[in-house]
Nanobody, 115 residues
Framework: QVQVVESGGGVVQPGGSLRLSCAAS????????MGWYRQGAGKQRESVAT???????TYADSVKERFTISRDDGKNTVYLQMSSLKPEDTAVYYC?????????WGQGTQVTVSS
């Protein structure tokens, strides 16, 4: 079993920055992928950024050059540094870890970008 806990959401003005953190614990294979997904009101959940244990990253086109994903493998923790935030970034952000072929999700953290 794997537990996933996010933190760092909140309310920020357009153009501002936020950093999300996510810690995973439990039975985690050293080769895994961690990432961030989001779901806006009335929208489907979408991938924002992922990072494998080997360092390979993916980003949604809408966040490239603005968001940066990083991880600390010693702590099974992944971060999402978000800059130049836009109102359309408003969503619940979910952390995910794919390990042993199983996806585990956090409970989500709300990010609201509003003036």
């Amino acid at each position: 079993q794997v537990q996933v806990v996010e933190s760092g959401g909140g309310v920020v003005q357009p153009g501002g920055s936020l950093r999300l953190s996510c810690a995973a614990s439990g039975n985690i294979f050293r080769f895994n992928t961690m990432g961030w997904y989001r779901q806006g009101a009335g929208k489907q959940r979408e991938s924002v950024a992922t990072m494998s244990s080997g360092g390979t990253t993916t980003y949604a086109d809408s966040v490239k050059e603005r968001f940066t994903i990083s991880r600390d493998d010693g702590k099974n923790t992944v971060y999402l540094q978000m800059s130049s935030l836009k109102p359309e970034d408003t969503a619940v952000y979910y952390c995910n870890i794919l390990t042993y072929g199983i996806n585990y999700w956090g409970q989500g953290t709300q990010v609201t970008v509003s003036s």
